[in-house]
C-alpha cells in the first residue's frame, strides 16, 4: 500500500505555525535581540560593569526572593482551593472567586492592596502577587485533582493509611505534576512582575523588571536596561524549560475519572482542608472590597472626575476617553492573537499527532510561550529600539499597542484551546474519516464543535488580560491615546486627592468590566480541561 | 468481494501484521480470531486505511492503494463506540449521510429505519451520554451501517459489554448482518462471538493468519497445537497417550476439549487438584496417573472437592483431532 495519512499533512501544519512563529520572530525575538545587541553594543564591557556590580545582584537576589516567597504563599493558599473545586460539591461560586484575581489589571491590584496596607513594602508585594496567582495554582491542581481516582484514595486507607497519610502518600504525588507545571508558571509570573511592584515597591523594593524600566525611561541607561534584560531573561528560559518538562509529565498522567464520581460532601479531617479553602476564598474577597469601598470614600467624586482630565489636568485624555481607547485596542489584540493562537494550536495538535518527533512539537510549544514569561518591559523596550527599521511609521503608529498585547494574548488563547484539542479522541475522528468525512470535513464536525466554546472562552479571557495588559502598553502607548490601566497608573504618581479618588473609581469600573467577563469565561469553560 | 493479499504492517521494528491473505465474498462475514495482541486490530485498521503497511487492499480487484479512509467506503465500528457526544442519536446515524450528501427526506427515513433494524426506535432525539452501554454500540452500529458501506469493519463490538448483555447482543448483531446483507470483517478474541457472528474464521496469531474455514471446520479440526488451546483444548497430546482408557478413538495429535473427560465409574484414577464453578457444570483440573494433569467435568450435584479420588471416562465426542487435514479426508467428511 502506499503512503498516506489522514488530516492534515505535517508540511502543511508547519506551514500554519509559520505564521504565528513569523510574528513571534518579527515582534518579539527581534526586539529581545536587539535588547541583547544593545546590552554589548560597546562591546561586552558595559554588561561585564553591571554585571559586576553588587547593587545588580542585590536585585537579581531580591527579584528570585520575592518571586519564590510569592509562589511560595501562593502554592499554599492555592491547595485547599484546588481541594474545594476538585472534591466538593457546589464549587462554582469559589470557581469564580478564585479566577476574578488572576485575570484583575497589575494596576488594580497594586492600588487594592495600597489601600490595604498604606506603608506598601515587601510582604505587600508578596502578598499582592500571590493574590493573582492562587487562581493559577487553584485551577491548574483543582482540574487534576478532580480526576483523580479516589479510588486509590480509599485502597491507601484500606491498607491502613490515616487520611493525612494518604494524602501525603497517594494524592499528592498524583497531583505533582500539575504543583510543579503550576508553580513554574507562578514564578514566572512573579518574577516579571511589574506593575504591583512599581506601584508597592516605588524606589524602595526594586526588582529586575521594575529597574529595567526605571533606568530606561528616568535614568537613560539603555546599555544598563539591556545587560538587565539579558539577565532576566535567561532566567527565563531556564524556569519555562522546567515547566515545559513538568507539563508533558502531566498530560501524560491523563487517565483518569470524570468528574461527578470524585465529587462529595468532605467527611472528617476533609473540613478542615474545606475551612482552609473557604478562608482562602474570603481573604481573596477582601482586597477587592477595600478597593470599591476605598473609590467611594470621597461620595461620587472619583466617579465624577472620569469625565476630565485629573487634578490641574495631570492627563492629556479624559478618563472616558481612555476607556475608550481600552476597549479599542484590546478588541483589535484579541482578534490578533486569536487568529494566531488558533493556527498555533492546530499545527502543535497536528504535529502532536504526527509521526513527528516530540521534541520539535516541544520546541515550538515553548517558543510560543516565552512571551508569557519574558518581561513585558524588555519586550516594550525592545520594540522602541527597533521597529524604526520596518516600512511604515510603526514605531509611532497607535497599532503598536494591539500587536504588543497580542504577544501576551497568544500564549494564553493556546494554552486554553491546545488541551481541548488535543482532549479529542483520535479514534472519534478516525469514525467520522471512516463515515466518509475529509480530512478539513473531520476538522468542521468534530474539533470545531467539541472546542467552539472553548475559543470563545480563550478570546474572553484575551480580551480582560489585554484591557489590563501594562507594562508594554505603558512603554508603548502615547499619552493622548493612553489606555484605562496607564492612566491609572499616572494618576497614582500624580500628587492631588482628586486624583488618588479617581484611580480609585477607574480601578473598580475596570474591575467590573472584568468580573463580567471573567463570569463568562467560567460559563463557557469546557469542565476539567484547559491550564488556566 | 474484499480481498487482502501479503499484508503486512510494521511498528518500527515489530512486525504487527506478517503476510497476510484473505478473502471476504460479498455478503458474507469473516472473523478475525485471536488472542489479544496479536495484531488483528491493527489489520483490521489497515484495511481501513488507518494504517500504512505493504501488500494490497482490494475491492473487486481495484487496489485501494493511495486511497485515503473516508473515500473507501468501509464502515468502522469501534469496540467503545466513539459516539460524536455534541449529536444525538439521530445525528450520530445520519453523520454518513450527511457526508454523502444524502437529500435529507431520504436519510431521515434511512435513520429510522436503521434504529428500528437495531431496536432502538424512537431514541432518535436521545443524547447520547444518556445511553447504556449495549445502546450505544448500537447506536454505533446504526451509524456504520447507514451509508451503506461496502464492507463493514467491527472491532471488538461486543467487548466492552457484561456477559449477558454480549451474549444477547451477540445474536442480534447476527440477525442485523444477515438482514442487511452486509459484508463484514469482525474482529474478536472470543470464539463463542466468531462462531455465532461469522460465516468463515480466520484464526490469527503473532501477526500471521495460521488457520482459514468455516466455523464448523476450524472447531472440528484446529490447524495445530497453539490454535487448538486457544479454542478451548486443555490439553493437547498423542492420540497413543489415550490407550489408557483403552482402544485410542483417533490416531496423530489429538486435543481434549474439557468435555472430553468426565467423572464417572472409569479406568484412570486421579485426584482433583482445583475446581472451577461452570453455568451448568463444574470443571475439575485432575492429577490423572498415566495422563497427567488434565480437564475434566462433573454434575454440579455431588460435584468431588478438591483432594477427592475421582475415576474419569472418555467421551470420544470431546476428542479433536489437531494438525494439517489431508486432502482426502477432507473429500472423505465431505462425502460422508
Redesign the interface.
Known sequence: MAQHRRGLRPAAALAFAAVPLGFLAVFFAWPVAAIVRLGFGSGAAGVLRVLGEGATWRLVGFTLAQAAASTAVAVLAGLPVAFLLARVPGSALVRVAVLVPFVLPTVVVGLAFKALLPDGGVVAIVLANAFFNVAVVARTVGGLWAHVDRRAEDAARALGASRWRAFTSVTLPALTPALGSAAAVVFLFCATSFGVVLLLGGARHRTLETEIYLRTVELLDLPGAAALSLVQFLAVVGVLVVGAVARRRRENALSLRGQAETVRRPRGGEWVAAGLGYAVVVLLVVPIVTLVVRSFAGGTAGYEALAGTGFRGSLQVTGLEAALNSVRVATDATLLALVLGVLASVALVTLGRSRVRPGVVEAVDTALMLPLGVSAVTVGFGYLVTLDALPGDLRTSAALVPLAQALVVTPLVVRTLLPVLRSVDERLRQAAATLGAGPWRVWREVDVPLAGRSLLASAAFGYVVALGEFGATSFLVRPDTATLPVVIGRLVARPGELNNQMAYAACTLLMGVTVVIALLVERLRVRGVGEF | MLAVSG?SVRYGTVAAVSDVDFEVPDGSVLALLGPSGCGKSTLLR?V???E??????CWDGVD???V?????????V?QDG?L???RDVAGNVA??LR??GTPRAERDARVGELLELVGLGGHAARRVGELSGGERQRVALA??LA?RPRVL?LDEPLSALDRALREQLAVDLARVLRVSGTTALVVTHDHDEAFTLADRVAVMRAGRVRQVGTPDEVWAHPVDDETARFLGCGRVLDAAELAVFGDPPRRGRVGLRPSALRVGPGPVHGEVTARVHRRDHVLLVVAAEGLGRVDAVAGIAAAPQVGARVSLVLDPGGVVPVGQPSRVSIRDRAIE
Open positions: 499484508l489497515a481501513a486505511g488507518l500504512v503497511g505493504t501488500g494490497s487492499v485501494l492503494s493511495g485515503p479512509v473516508h473515500r473507501r467506503g468501509f464502515g468502522l469501534f466513539q460524536f457526544p455534541h453523520f454518513g457526508m454523502a451509524r456504520a451509508p469493519l
